[in-house]
């Protein structure tokens, strides 16, 4: 197998194929590689460490601002989203000399636009001589903190690289592939499956992210794309409509806990099973499953190592973060609980950051998820833990989503199927669960939704969805 600083000369030296497109219809990969040259003669200094927001979401500047930067000293800083407050918090954290924007934008103070549309014109060509270290920090990730408070996590040149080209060679990608992303490219899961596999791959991507279902299967038959790039929240949204797609050879789902009844209705309606990618920003992706009829097991990726430790996952992979602390082999001990099956399969049981103590017992809060969402008529359901100064040390808290149902006939469900100290002390139905772009939960809006009425009253709801009962 070629060497990654091997595979990295050959990435930036020029596109394979000039002439086929990167976003299908609108930028060549000869386009890609110009804008790439626009950001290292006008924006990239060649001999100045500097770190630069990546405040866009056009793929085509990001795919073009990520090669220019194999050649530079440049670290990206990219933001979860790209609100105001968003990249003050961000700033605090890492700060960025400039941002690269796609309009005017209200910026800390200090740091100056790049704006991403004077990047794709012109005929620059890109200078190729020099490629930087495959072990420097090369993009910084500021995660939106879905279960914690948000983080910022480096990952190198290999990180990122070593991945994609993985990815690319594991799954059969080739230029004739086509991928349609409901994703964004500012999360580890979109940036890697919808803008570096394809552009170490020679691959296409269809311009737009698609949100909606027959957004999504419009895209997909219009385009005939034959890779899906989704979420378990998209996919569950395409269980409501007839689903049809006879171009798609490949369903890729990551972020979240792919439901089984959205999986096994998708490959009814389709005949493909969803791909469930695992893996986190900062350890990368670490296994797979092929979801049909039911939930098998995750397979490790051939080129990740991996034990369980006292129930935990630990793993050994180029792809970790090189803030992650590491045992004397190299291994990370992950926070997700797992057992083995076998030699090369384990079965994930939840997360250590899933269990908390309510009056000095243990409490699992996705066994309480899991209790609700087998309700009939419950689509979703949030569980958390809210610190409390009473003897409880928390206290349980429950958003669910879901019709004609109400929180009383919910905790009646509960009753026979979790301990007393397990109910939860709140609960509120709603017609839809807060979430990010990236299909994972939003907790502090999803906390403000819980917190908004204290008295636990039955009246009527806002807009999205019922008070507490």
Same mark, same amino acid.
């Given at each position: 197998?070629?060497?990654?600083?091997?595979?990295?000369?050959?990435?930036?030296?020029?596109?394979?194929?000039?002439?086929?497109?990167?976003?299908?219809?609108?930028?060549?990969?000869?386009?890609?590689?110009?804008?790439?040259?626009?950001?290292?003669?006008?924006?990239?200094?060649?001999?100045?460490?500097?770190?630069?927001?990546?405040?866009?979401?056009?793929?085509?500047?990001?795919?073009?601002?990520?090669?220019?930067?194999?050649?530079?000293?440049?670290?990206?800083?990219?933001?979860?989203?790209?609100?105001?407050?968003?990249?003050?918090?961000?700033?605090?954290?890492?700060?960025?000399?400039?941002?690269?924007?796609?309009?005017?934008?209200?910026?800390?103070?200090?740091?100056?636009?790049?704006?991403?549309?004077?990047?794709?014109?012109?005929?620059?060509?890109?200078?190729?001589?020099?490629?930087?270290?495959?072990?420097?920090?090369?993009?910084?990730?500021?995660?939106?903190?879905?279960?914690?408070?948000?983080?910022?996590?480096?990952?190198?040149?290999?990180?990122?690289?070593?991945?994609?080209?993985?990815?690319?060679?594991?799954?059969?990608?080739?230029?004739?592939?086509?991928?349609?992303?409901?994703?964004?490219?500012?999360?580890?899961?979109?940036?890697?499956?919808?803008?570096?596999?394809?552009?170490?791959?020679?691959?296409?991507?269809?311009?737009?992210?698609?949100?909606?279902?027959?957004?999504?299967?419009?895209?997909?038959?219009?385009?005939?794309?034959?890779?899906?790039?989704?979420?378990?929240?998209?996919?569950?949204?395409?269980?409501?409509?007839?689903?049809?797609?006879?171009?798609?050879?490949?369903?890729?789902?990551?972020?979240?806990?792919?439901?089984?009844?959205?999986?096994?209705?998708?490959?009814?309606?389709?005949?493909?099973?969803?791909?469930?990618?695992?893996?986190?920003?900062?350890?990368?992706?670490?296994?797979?499953?092929?979801?049909?009829?039911?939930?098998?097991?995750?397979?490790?990726?051939?080129?990740?190592?991996?034990?369980?430790?006292?129930?935990?996952?630990?793993?050994?992979?180029?792809?970790?973060?090189?803030?992650?602390?590491?045992?004397?082999?190299?291994?990370?001990?992950?926070?997700?609980?797992?057992?083995?099956?076998?030699?090369?399969?384990?079965?994930?049981?939840?997360?250590?950051?899933?269990?908390?103590?309510?009056?000095?017992?243990?409490?699992?809060?996705?066994?309480?998820?899991?209790?609700?969402?087998?309700?009939?008529?419950?689509?979703?359901? %949030?569980?958390?833990?809210? /610190?409390?100064?009473?003897?409880?040390?928390? #206290? =349980?808290?429950? *958003?669910? @989503? &879901?019709?004609?149902?109400?929180?009383?006939?919910?905790?009646?469900?509960?009753?026979?199927?979790?301990?007393?100290?397990?109910?939860?002390?709140?609960?509120?139905?709603?017609? %839809?669960?807060?979430?990010? /772009?990236?299909?994972?939960?939003?907790?502090? #809006? =999803?906390?403000? *939704?819980? @917190? &908004?009425?204290?008295?636990?009253?039955?009246?009527?709801?806002?807009?999205?969805?019922?008070?507490?009962?």
């Amino acid at each position: 197998m070629t060497s990654l600083p091997r595979q990295l000369e050959k990435l930036v030296a020029g596109p394979t194929y000039p002439n086929a497109y990167y976003i299908l219809s609108k930028y060549t990969y000869e386009d890609i590689y110009t804008i790439a040259g626009n950001f290292q003669r006008y924006h990239f200094s060649s001999d100045v460490p500097e770190s630069i927001c990546l405040c866009v979401n056009d793929r085509a500047v990001i795919a073009g601002a990520m090669l220019a930067a194999l050649t530079r000293p440049v670290t990206l800083v990219i933001p979860h989203t790209c609100s105001t407050s968003v990249l003050s918090r961000m700033y605090k954290t890492h700060p960025f000399s400039r941002a690269v924007v796609q309009e005017p934008t209200a910026l800390p103070r200090g740091v100056a636009p790049i704006f991403a549309d004077r990047c794709t014109i012109g005929g620059t060509q890109m200078d190729a001589s020099f490629v930087r270290h495959p072990d420097s920090v090369f993009v910084k990730l500021f995660t939106g903190g879905s279960t914690k408070t948000p983080r910022m996590w480096s990952k190198t040149v290999r990180n990122l690289f070593s991945e994609a080209t993985y990815q690319a060679a594991a799954l059969g990608i080739s230029p004739e592939d086509r991928f349609a992303a409901t994703v964004p490219a500012n999360h580890i899961y979109g940036l890697l499956f919808s803008t570096l596999v394809p552009l170490v791959a020679s691959a296409s991507v269809i311009d737009g992210e698609f949100t909606y279902p027959h957004e999504i299967q419009d895209a997909v038959k219009q385009n005939r794309a034959n890779i899906l790039v989704s979420t378990p929240l998209h996919y569950k949204m395409l269980a409501g409509i007839s689903f049809t797609a006879e171009s798609l050879c490949c369903a890729l789902s990551s972020a979240a806990r792919l439901d089984p009844a959205d999986s096994r209705l998708f490959y009814e309606q389709t005949g493909l099973g969803i791909t469930e990618i695992f893996g986190s920003t900062e350890t990368g992706g670490i296994a797979s499953r092929l979801c049909r009829d039911n939930q098998p097991h995750f397979n490790p990726f051939d080129c990740i190592d991996w034990k369980i430790v006292d129930g935990l996952l630990a793993i050994r992979s180029e792809f970790i973060s090189p803030e992650l602390p590491v045992d004397p082999e190299g291994f990370f001990t992950t926070s997700d609980r797992a057992d083995p099956i076998g030699s090369d399969t384990f079965e994930l049981k939840g997360r250590t950051d899933r269990i908390v103590k309510v009056g000095g017992k243990r409490v699992d809060l996705d066994e309480i998820r899991f209790a609700i969402t087998g309700m009939p008529k419950v689509r979703d359901a %949030a569980v958390i833990c809210i /610190p409390v100064d009473s003897g409880r040390e928390n #206290e =349980i808290w429950a *958003l669910v @989503a &879901a019709e004609a149902t109400t929180g009383k006939e919910i905790r009646q469900h509960l009753l026979h199927r979790v301990q007393g100290h397990a109910l939860p002390r709140r609960i509120r139905v709603v017609e %839809a669960i807060p979430v990010s /772009p990236a299909g994972k939960y939003e907790i502090t #809006e =999803i906390k403000n *939704l819980l @917190a &908004a009425d204290l008295n636990e009253t039955t009246q009527p709801a806002t807009t999205t969805g019922r008070k507490p009962s």
